[in-house]
């Protein structure tokens, strides 16, 4: 027998041993096949079918890829299985590589287009799935397409272009959990109150027969914006935490350390123009360094930092850190803060230790179950104590946080039950306010921000998430029983717009009484916002910092009370500046209550001035005053969790 028979009599031998099972005297025999002729595009192939069937998903991923080359007429569909070897063997990163030189070779394949989308958004690089979940909302023709696509956008709040390919997906398969939920998010974010109610509705139905456990695909963030029932929030939280976060490490005891300042570390990414630092960052410069030791953990994104570190101080410890000498809210942190921790590019592990060395007393996080949070840090319990604040209205339960800061407004008594953290609160409000922020008053025609000069000018700067259809409904009664008022909303996409100007049509009012103004820096929007006369609530989700804006403002806002905590803080923020009286039983007398007001000139100038002169003596805008107040709360946590060390 010549050598090339000889060759071929063991390939054919080869495929009769795979063929009956003898996977691993198929792969020896290849061997000696290869041995005598090198790796031909064939003898790759079999080989990669025999790790397979072997479960040797990398030796089955290799084998495959290497054939690419010699094959060039097999190469997606060699690809492709290459791929998913990689897959099955958690090699996500080569698996990606590989598709991204298979989208070169063949563009616009579904399956190749597809798999890269899903791969980054799985990972959350949404910015880089984008190009591909464009594509694939072209070329997609599944179910499967369609959603992969609609919730990268959905992800980068491209709600108009995900709205068509959720539809598509919801026609296809209406009793899917996960796409009614993305579908139901879409419509409240688009303000299509109609459809949103519907869903809503859908929604409710099918939780409703799920029994005791829910069947939630949303993240608790979500749910807050279209429920105010506490116990589903926690529900909510615990599922959120449990698919994102995984397990938590135990508590672990605390010790104080005499003769040594409190230290306090503080985590966010909002360390930059931001609501969160522009609450925050006059608490940061007020802390008494004489008993506190702060620390800023940041894990600010990059497009979010400004300028190189390049001014340095030398601190106690001897350590050069960064000084800043602009106005910006992040120069203002990056000064304020005795350590800044830079844990940007640190997975949640090396964070961990990051934060454990530097021995801290109390670790607060900023963020709660918000975006770009890193709440994967707290499951490893880098810190004896750890307390949530200020940056999400509810429980973050789930994953290792010991204490929730708030105030009796926002979580009464009976609240307490759905809390996972023990509540620490504050005396008047606990939302943190800077009064160092620009003092605004009125000057020059309001026609310029595009308002009337005349009548009365309502506004509401909520996310139009917020902006649900029956507060719509009684927003537009309002504007019915106050004659040539008009209605003041923060710009959003076309498609709210129209939906809003046909539920305004709906309800008898002219969709030019809604005006739009651009979204504008927080010194330029205070300035023009002062212009406003009255600011109507949303719920059951309120305004949080577009409330404290209005009435720094000196604009009056009208809410009512709320269900939990996303719902009272308006309430909270009300009864810190001394305006009690316009918080209303319920949605009905909260639009009584805002005609009413409307249609009292005096009332209303006499509610202007009282917020004038708050801002010098209300609690809410009393900076120093909050920070004491704060301080004395993190230092009864400390004690407590001393005590139960003990």
Not at 194 to 213: I, N, V
Not at 325 to 338: E, K
Request: aromatic share 8%; hydrophobic share 45%; charged share 20%.
């Amino acid at each position: 027998m010549t050598g090339r028979n000889f060759v071929a009599a063991l390939f054919n031998q080869a495929r009769q041993e795979f063929l009956q099972g003898a996977y691993q005297q198929a792969l020896a025999t290849v061997d000696r096949a290869s041995a005598c002729e090198g790796e031909t595009p064939d003898a790759l192939i079999l080989r990669a079918s025999i790790h397979e069937h072997l479960g040797a998903h990398l030796e089955a991923a290799r084998c495959y890829e290497a054939a690419m080359a010699a094959r060039p007429d097999m190469r997606r569909t060699l690809g492709l299985r290459a791929v998913s070897h990689y897959f099955e063997a958690g090699e996500t990163r080569q698996a990606l590589d590989l598709l991204i030189s298979l989208d070169r070779l063949f563009p616009r394949n579904i399956d190749i287009v597809h798999s890269i989308c899903s791969l980054y958004r799985e990972a959350g690089d949404y910015s880089r799935a984008l190009p591909f979940a464009l594509t694939l909302a072209e070329i997609g023709k599944s179910f499967d397409n369609w959603m992969n696509a609609g919730m990268v956008l959905i992800g980068l709040d491209r709600l108009e272009d995900a709205m068509p390919l959720v539809a598509a997906a919801f026609g296809a398969r209406p009793e899917d959990r996960l796409v009614l939920t993305e579908y139901f998010w879409c419509a409240l974010g688009l303000c299509d109150f109609p459809l949103a109610e519907d869903l809503q509705a859908r929604l409710e139905a099918a939780y409703a027969t799920d029994g005791e456990k829910l069947d939630i695909r949303e993240t608790v963030f979500r749910s807050l914006q279209w429920s105010g029932d506490e116990a589903y929030h926690v529900l909510s939280a615990i599922n959120t935490a449990r698919q994102r976060v995984g397990a938590f490490a135990a508590r672990r005891p605390y010790r104080p350390k005499p003769n040594r300042r409190l230290r306090i570390g503080y985590l966010s990414s909002d360390f930059h123009e931001h609501a969160t630092l522009a609450l925050f960052a006059g608490v940061l410069e007020a802390h008494d360094r004489s008993q506190f030791e702060v620390f800023g953990i940041c894990h600010t994104r990059t497009k979010d930092r400004n300028g190189p570190l390049n001014c340095f101080n030398v601190f106690p410890d001897g350590k050069p850190v960064p000084t800043f000498p602009g106005n910006t809210l992040r120069d203002r942190f990056l000064n304020a803060v005795d350590h800044f921790v830079d844990i940007l590019d640190l997975d949640d592990d090396a964070a961990a230790r990051t934060i454990a060395a530097l021995d801290l007393d109390i670790l607060i996080d900023l963020k709660g179950f918000t975006h770009n949070n890193r709440l994967g840090i707290f499951c490893r319990r880098p810190a004896p104590i750890q307390v949530t604040y200020l940056g999400f209205p509810g429980s973050v339960a789930g994953v290792g946080i010991d204490y929730a800061i708030t105030d009796a407004t926002v979580t009464p008594p009976s609240a307490q039950a759905f809390y996972a953290e023990k509540l620490f609160t504050l005396p008047h409000s606990y939302q943190a306010n800077d009064d160092k922020r620009l003092v605004v008053e009125r000057d020059g025609p309001r026609s310029r921000f595009g308002l009337p000069d005349e009548g009365i000018v309502f506004c509401s700067f909520n996310q139009p998430v917020k902006i649900r259809g029956a507060v719509f409904r009684t927003w537009m009664d309002v504007l019915k029983a106050v004659p040539g008022s008009v209605l003041w909303l923060i710009d959003m996409p076309a498609m709210a717009k129209a939906n809003l100007g046909r539920a305004a049509s709906l309800a008898g009012v002219q969709p030019e009484r809604l005006i739009f103004a651009p979204k504008l820096p927080l010194d330029q929007h205070l300035q023009r916002l002062c212009h406003a006369d009255l600011a109507l609530d949303t719920g059951p989700y309120n305004g949080h910092t577009t409330t404290a804006d209005a009435l720094w403002a000196a604009v009056p806002v009208v809410t009512w009370k709320g269900t939990s905590f996303a719902g009272r803080v308006s309430q909270s923020l009300l009864q810190a500046v001394g305006l009690p009286q316009l918080v209303a039983e319920d949605l009905q007398g909260f639009g009584r209550l805002a005609a009413e007001l409307a249609q009292d000139g005096n009332r209303l100038s006499h509610l202007r001035q009282h917020l004038i002169a708050a801002r010098k003596t209300a609690p809410l805008f009393d900076t120093a005053r909050f920070t004491r107040d704060f301080e004395a709360t993190l230092k009864a946590i400390a004690a407590d969790a001393a005590l139960q060390s003990s």
